[in-house]
């Protein structure tokens, strides 16, 4: 079975549980615990950085790489077009979103984060005790903002990443307006980038992903609830519906996230 070296968390994570529960392909995923955990990736693949992607002896590292990968080796379902156009604009759609909506995604995310109490608790599982919700809550934004400051997240990045997405989700609003996907009459490579590198800005709904519940359907203020953007949003819903397999499909990911070994 193909194994997912993940983040439960991670969007570029998301893109790739998309392509696969799409192609019907049944995975197990691997939950590598963040720094040590990486130890082991790096042993394995020679990076440190998730998805990882494990096909019986071969080892894939990197979004774009695994979804071409799997293009490739798994063709049912394809997910790039062969019409040499429709394939030029569906890769570079895919490059945009992995440059702009995701790291932009981030940082908004993360911005939200040192700005709002509710948004911070929400993260937090749903067996978290009060008072550990309350702490969370209380933390001072003014301590958040000089961590985000050391971490280069001050408030003009965060502007900058602000304005960036409000333009992306503009001109995805614009382009699925009149069609069901952004390259052709079906889903591709394309769309489940973006809609993988949404998640961010506004978590998916359903039991999609191991998330505490109170963080399903929560989004970044002024972009996952602004009517302007309510479109694709829509459209970001209907492409779960129809091919995100829900968490609690035991096809979908095997037995559920695995805490990757530490030899």
Request: with cysteine; hydrophobic share 40%.
């Amino acid at each position: 079975m193909l194994e997912l070296y993940q983040f439960e968390l991670s969007h570029y994570c998301e893109k790739i549980r998309l392509i696969l529960d799409y192609k019907g392909l049944p995975y197990r995923k691997v939950e590598v615990t963040p720094g040590v955990g990486q130890l082991d990736l790096y042993r394995m693949s020679g990076q440190r950085q998730v998805p990882v992607l494990k096909d019986g002896a071969t080892v894939i590292a990197d979004s774009t790489a695994i979804a071409l990968y799997l293009e490739q080796t798994y063709p049912d379902r394809p997910i790039v077009p062969t019409d040499s156009q429709q394939r030029a604009l569906c890769l570079l759609l895919e490059e945009w979103a992995d440059e702009s909506i995701g790291p932009n995604a981030r940082k908004v995310m993360l911005g939200t984060f040192s700005r709002d109490p509710a948004f911070r608790s929400a993260i937090l599982p749903s067996s978290a005790p009060g008072f550990l919700k309350s702490i969370v809550e209380a933390v001072p934004r003014e301590a958040l903002d000089v961590l985000s400051l050391g971490a280069g997240l001050g408030p003009d990045v965060i502007q900058a990443a602000r304005k960036a997405m409000q333009q992306n989700l503009e001109s995805l609003s614009v382009l699925l307006a009149n069609q069901p996907y952004l390259v052709g009459d079906r889903p591709t490579l394309a769309d489940f980038a973006v809609a993988g590198l949404t998640m961010y800005v506004k978590f998916p709904t359903g039991a999609y992903l191991d998330l505490p519940a109170t963080l399903k359907g929560l989004g970044v203020p002024g972009l996952a609830d602004n009517p302007a953007y309510s479109s694709f949003w829509s459209w970001r819903d209907r492409l779960y519906a129809d091919y995100r397999k829900l968490g609690s499909d035991p096809t979908a990911s095997g037995s559920g996230p695995t805490s990757i070994d530490i030899e």
